[in-house]
């Protein structure tokens, strides 16, 4: 009998378990390949185990790779392969570093699933376009329906401006590349310590041992990176078969597959690919039917199962891969804004909440100030330390827009408006904007500056010139003469100051400086009255109202008073008024007392419903409270006193029943809406604690609006059918020719 080699005893038992474990994918449990493989490799002392060449795994890329990689990572712990170097490139390059830094694979996973990670984990989006129509019509997001096109001037060195159109909406898709990009920053920079398994980078240009995170990230297939390790390497083998190394190659790609990608990169990918020699172990799965991301990581676990016979008997032993590193993410970033002038550091610098920890930071940051006009472009640069370089693009920009709006009691109104928006050291906005109508015309300018004392203050100031007139055809079928004011005419100043009190809470101050002119229809020339009553009898008053008011505002969710489908809100309204008349005559300074508050919710996808309440005075103190007489004529008293805005539509329309020196108000509103188009009903319960005389309605009204709604951006049309009944006219509701037609283009309010 001859004796048997302990060496070629071990190779016989390690070939014989690895051919029995090729069929058994062991991912998700322990199986009995494993076991058989490690008793077989115990069985064998390590005194007596030859020594090996060392064992590089080689990383690349591909649309599946980085999950194909996990499997791969998985399998070589799970079997102990030892890996001695990794050499890689993009997608393979983030993968491989994260292992070689000693982060436990099941953390690996935790960071590929990560929102910010997995929508572009595989993706090459370095030539990845805006998320912008440029076919889409130039709609307003907001304000008066109008066309608009928007400006960018930039300046080089030499002093030439140049102009270049902007965006109407804020990029999200490249304010999400831009996250995504930190977030693969993030979380090499999260680790501590260098690498525990050498580390070599391939790159277009060179090969770098011992890479920065930079240098790694720089190699993925994002945006700005021109050349990624996907467009140049993209996969990962050596030069030559190296008699010194155990080459262990992973290919994501399979060798009978159609292959993913662009045409440009389906011929990199073919070019590359059929360039394979023999230069090492390739792990490459034969077929793939489901690239899914759990059968992508059992693809390359499998795979590596299928080269146990050719991987074992070449390694040099076994590793336990024990000694690992928790992946904790990075807690608070330090923001720098050293790339801003300091024209501009102040204020992008309010837009960065101290509060905000971890990645939320970044993201409510770039947020908050891509929705403001001035901005364009936000980018970050993570540096070692944590610090965080943040560069935004801010340039002066002009807005052009054109338009209009009107209904059937303003008649059709054409729309202008100039927009000017610049930075230097606060936020200055300038607005011309005037409209012409059948009836009514006005020039409305305003100018906002914001951050001149912190981000939380605005402050504002606008001019009113105005002529407002209800159409003839409306005043004859809706109006009573007694009722009637045939034009009024404004110049109003006011001025305003606003206080954040944080992203739901606000306060604001607000003085207003009028002079009105109001025309009442002539009366019968035969018709004669006493000197004192010839005041009461008078077509024509000059009023100089000054207020001066104080409104806290609390919301949350949908900014819209009547068409939101989540969120709550409240406003407290505290003011002053003094109504001036005639020959510098002035009624008592009274005080105004209003709140009203709503909740909103959707209860379907496509439905939404409001609940609101209200409650308003109008009253000043003289040994108790009384409602202000200012004016003997009823018309003139009904323009001053508070209006309920029961509906939608009352905005549009100052009906007399409406107008009270006191009410409450419960309503309710609500409707279906999909695409854009929606049906909705508005009902609202009045009690007017007034209960004025020439009131035709007792106080307890009814308010009920049926009508159809169709939004697109700022372009907006309603139409429908409004009533107001009281306790005694209650069943007149369903008597639908008295109920009044209405129909608005657009969100406006000119009251």
């Known amino acids: 009998m001859f004796p048997i080699p302990h060496g070629w005893l071990k190779k016989t038992l390690l070939l014989t378990a690895a051919i029995a474990s090729v069929y058994v994918a062991p991912v998700e449990a322990a199986h009995s390949a494993d076991e058989t493989l490690l008793s077989a490799m115990q069985l064998v002392p390590d005194s007596l185990q030859a020594k090996k060449a060392k064992s590089v795994l080689y990383l690349g890329g591909g649309e599946h790779s980085p999950w194909y990689h996990l499997g791969v990572l998985y399998a070589l712990e799970e079997y102990k392969i030892p890996v001695d170097s990794i050499v890689a490139t993009s997608w393979g390059a983030w993968m491989g570093a994260l292992w070689s830094l000693g982060v436990s694979i099941d953390d690996i996973q935790r960071l590929m699933l990560d929102p910010h990670v997995a929508d572009y984990l595989g993706v090459n989006s370095i030539n990845a376009k805006t998320e912008h129509d440029a076919f889409g019509l130039p709609v307003s997001v907001d304000g008066i329906p109008s066309l608009r096109q928007r400006f960018s001037f930039y300046a080089d060195t030499a002093g030439n401006v140049y102009r270049s159109m902007h965006a109407l909406v804020p990029d999200t898709s490249s304010i999400e590349r831009s996250l995504s990009r930190l977030r693969f920053e993030e979380s090499l920079y999260r680790q ?27 190699s993925l297939p994002l945006a700005g990176n021109g050349k990624s390790g996907e467009l140049c390497p993209y996969l990962a083998v050596p030069s030559s078969k190296n008699q010194q190394e155990t080459s262990l190659i992973a290919i994501s790609d399979p060798v009978r597959y159609e292959l993913d990608g662009n045409p440009e990169m389906q011929m990199l990918k073919k070019n590359a690919l059929s360039k394979l020699n023999a230069q090492g172990i390739f792990i490459r799965p034969h077929s793939i039917r489901d690239t899914s991301r759990k059968s992508m990581i059992q693809a390359g676990f499998s795979a590596v199962e299928h080269r146990l016979r050719d991987i074992i008997p070449v390694v040099d032993g076994r590793r336990e891969y024990t000694e690992k590193q928790k992946s904790e993410a990075w807690f608070a970033f330090n923001p720098v804004f050293d790339s801003l002038s300091s024209e501009l ?167 207003l400086f009028g002079s009105r002119d109001f025309k009442m229809p002539p009366f019968p020339s035969d018709q004669y009255y006493e000197e004192e009553d010839l005041f009461k009898y008078v077509s024509k008053y000059e009023t100089n109202p000054a207020t001066q008011s104080i409104r806290y505002s609390l919301l949350k969710g949908d900014d819209n008073p009547w068409f939101a489908s989540n969120g709550y809100s409240a406003n407290a309204y505290v003011g002053m008024n003094l109504i001036g008349y005639g020959f510098h005559q002035r009624g008592p300074i009274h005080g105004i007392y209003a709140f009203d508050g709503k909740i909103s919710c959707a209860p379907t996808r496509n439905s939404s419903v409001t609940f609101g309440a209200a409650v308003g005075f109008d009253a000043y103190r003289d040994g108790h409270f009384k409602f202000p007489t200012t004016f003997e004529n009823a018309v003139m008293e009904d323009r001053y006193r508070l209006h309920v805005a029961a509906t939608p539509w009352s905005e549009d329309y100052l009906d007399p029943e409406l107008a009270t020196h006191g009410y409450a108000m419960l309503r309710m509103n609500g409707g279906v809406q999909r695409y854009g188009f929606g049906a909705w009903l508005s009902f609202a319960y009045v009690h007017d604690f007034e209960d004025k005389a020439t009131a035709k309605l007792k106080p307890n009204k009814f308010v009920f609006e049926p009508a159809l709604r169709y939004k697109y951006r700022s372009f907006t049309v309603y139409a429908g059918l409004n009533r107001v009944v009281d306790t005694e006219t209650f069943g007149d509701l369903k008597r639908f020719k008295d109920y009044r037609y209405f129909i608005r283009i657009g969100d406006y309010n000119l009251f």
Not at 354 to 375: E, L
Request: hydrophobic share 40%; net charge negative; proline share 4%.
């Open 192 to 218: 501590r310590g260098s690498f525990r398994i050498p580390f070599t980078l391939l790159t277009c240009d060179s090969v770098i041992e011992n890479p920065s995170y930079a240098d790694i990230v720089a």
């Open 345 to 511: 550091h102040s204020s992008v610098l309010s837009y960065w909440n101290p509060q905000d920890t971890g990645f939320d930071a970044p993201r409510n940051f770039a947020y908050a100030i891509a929705s403001k006009v001035p901005y364009d472009t936000v980018s970050f640069n993570m540096q070692p330390d944590g610090g965080l370089l943040i560069d935004v693009g801010v340039h002066p920009t002009l807005d052009v827009a054109a338009g209009g709006f009107g209904s059937n009691v303003n008649g059709a109104n054409a729309y202008g408006e100039l927009t000017f928006n610049y930075v230097n050291q606060m936020e200055i906005n300038l607005k011309l904007a005037g409209f012409y109508g059948t009836a009514s015309y006005g020039f409305r300018p305003r100018l906002e500056i914001s951050n001149l004392i912190s981000r939380r203050w605005k402050f504002c100031f606008g001019y009113d010139l105005m002529k407002l007139q209800y159409l003839k055809s409306f005043e004859k079928d809706y109006i009573l003469d007694e009722n009637r004011i045939v034009y009024e005419k404004r110049n109003d100043l006011f001025l305003s100051a606003r206080y954040a009190l944080d992203d739901m809470q606000s306060v604001e101050v607000k003085f």
